[in-house]
Every structure is written in C-alpha cells, then in structure tokens.
T-cell receptor, first 114, second 109 residues
C-alpha cells in the first residue's frame, strides 16, 4: 500500500537555527499539507499546497515558515529561525483527487528546539 | 473550530464491538464524514469515510443517519491495538482537516 514518508523521524536543533523537514507524498497525489501537534494538544493545520503554490495557510504559518516541492517528489517545510514553541510533531499529508480518496498522513517528524 | 461533537472518552471490552458516536448537525450537502484515529503520537490514520450511505471496509463500518446529522463508527471486534484517539471530521475533497479533541477509546482486557 502506498504511504507518505517523512525524514528525519526526530530533529533536535538550537533556537534560532534553520530546519528543513522532508516528506515524500504518495506518488500520484496532487495536494500536499503540513500539520503540527504540540505535545498533548490537537493536531493543527499549517498549510496546503497545490499546483506549486500555497492554496491555504493558517495563522501559525507566518513568515518564518515556507514550503517547497523542489523536485517533483519531495515536499519540504522550512522553519527559518526556530523558536522554543516550534517544538512539536510535524505531519505531512497528501491527497489525490476524487471523492473516493482521502488525506494520508506520514509518521511525523518530532522537532525539539533547545 | 471542528464541526463535530464527540464524547471525550469511551471504554470497550476487548473482543466486543466499539461504537463511537459523532454529531455533525451543521453538515453541508457536499461534505463527507471522515474518521481518523491517532495511536499515541503516530500520524493520524485514515479509517473510513462516507457521504450518506453506510460504508464498510476491513477496519470498520460507518453508519450515517438518514438526515446526516450524526454518525457512528463501529469497530466490530475491538482489540488492545485499537486503543487510540478517534476523530470524526466533516469536509469536502481538498479541504484541510480540522481536528477536534476526538474520543479517546480505551480497550479493556
């Protein structure tokens, strides 16, 4: 069964450093998403991406965040200058088209900002 | 905010059917009902979805009321591995998923 993969599984960084989280969506999917989950809290939507541009973003997704699909297979989330409050699980998801399809989530990257 | 209402927690004995209710009284005609679950801190896992007809797959059954204002997810023979937070979500196609707090299902041995 096709699946969404994410790397790394755990990233530890110092406050103020840049991090890039990577995702490989399901190959024939066209819509891509990032969500995050702070420990003990709900899963929150960050951004959706379609046709090489952001289609929607939440208030959380400020100028410190960016997304890119650099090579047609990877989908990345960059945080330019990490803050302590960016520590969370980050989930990538992808969706095909058609009413029989749904969003499939990756296993997540645990980001720890020290 | 999530458009659904779910009980915060439920218990079910192992081997019995787990019936998880969800209210979505403001659902629109083109919105589907989706169920996901999250085991510990893993990525949310898709379970099933439907529009108005009842649906069944290898994991679960989804019963949607005729007026579509509520639904029930049924895990026919719950196991300890079904212990998770279950999310009922209404949305259309490419729309983002808005997660509520879900129902924390405890399977009791």
């Amino acid at each position: 069964e096709p699946e969404v993969t994410q790397t790394p599984s755990h990233q530890v960084t110092q406050m103020g450093q840049e991090v890039i989280l990577r995702c490989v969506p399901i190959s024939n999917h066209l819509y891509f998403y990032w969500y995050r989950q702070i420990l003990g809290q709900k899963v929150e939507f960050l951004v959706s991406f379609y046709n090489n541009e952001i289609s929607e973003k939440s208030e959380i997704f400020d100028d410190q965040f960016s997304v890119e699909r650099p090579d047609g297979s990877n989908f990345t989330l960059k945080i330019r200058s990490t803050k302590l409050e960016d520590s969370a699980m980050y989930f990538c998801a992808s969706w095909g088209q058609g009413t029989t399809d749904t969003q499939y989530f990756g296993p997540g990257t645990r980001l720890t900002v020290l | 905010d999530a458009k659904t209402t779910q009980p915060p927690s439920m218990d079910c004995a192992e081997g019995r059917a787990a019936n998880l209710p969800c209210n979505h009284s403001t659902i629109s005609g083109n919105e589907y009902v989706y169920w996901y679950r999250q085991i510990h801190s893993q990525g949310p896992q898709y379970i099933i979805h439907g529009l108005k007809n009842n649906e069944t797959n290898e994991m679960a059954s989804l019963i949607i009321t005729e007026d579509r204002k509520s639904s029930t997810l049924i895990l026919p023979h719950a196991t300890l591995r079904d212990t998770a937070v279950y999310y009922c979500i209404v949305r259309v196609g490419d729309d983002k998923i808005i997660f509520g707090k879900g129902t924390r299902l405890h399977i009791l041995p």
